[in-house]
């Protein structure tokens, strides 16, 4: 079976195997043009419409030091309902600039991690 032959052939419920793809991967539709938007919008779908930040509804933000090493890089907590929700970069230090290394950027996992013993 050639592929002309399968191009034409429409699904039972009158889309193209080609239409269907694109509505099941949006960000082939985006590669492709067929979304009508290049700037990525077509590339979203219900489920990623409806994902906020974690550091959006966070109660509090608070500044902390690395607690890793003796550079001192500072890091934004942020807290919602008296719990750590995200740890990042603090972008208004001149010591890191807004960036972290990858131990800074494992703190989340140190204070909040499941594999933690918490008890003595």
């Not at 080609?18 to 077509?42: M, R, S, Y």
């Not at 489920?47 to 974690?54: D, G, N, V, Y």
């Not at 008296?82 to 010591?95: A, F």
Request: proline share 6%; aromatic share 4%; hydrophobic share 30%.
């Amino acid at each position: 079976m050639g592929s002309k032959s399968r191009g034409g052939r429409a699904s039972p419920g009158g889309r193209s195997w080609w239409q269907q793809a694109t509505d099941a991967l949006p960000v082939l539709a985006q590669l492709t043009g067929t979304g009508g938007d290049p700037l990525g919008e077509t590339a979203f779908s219900t489920r990623t419409h409806e994902l906020s930040a974690r550091t959006s509804d966070a109660d509090r933000v608070t500044t902390s030091v690395c607690p890793y090493c003796a550079v001192g890089c500072s890091q934004r907590v942020y807290v919602r309902d008296g719990r750590i929700t995200n740890i990042e970069g603090n972008p208004d230090s001149p010591i890191n600039r807004g960036r972290l290394c990858p131990k800074g950027s494992a703190t989340f996992q140190l204070v909040c991690g499941t594999h933690r013993l918490d008890t003595v």
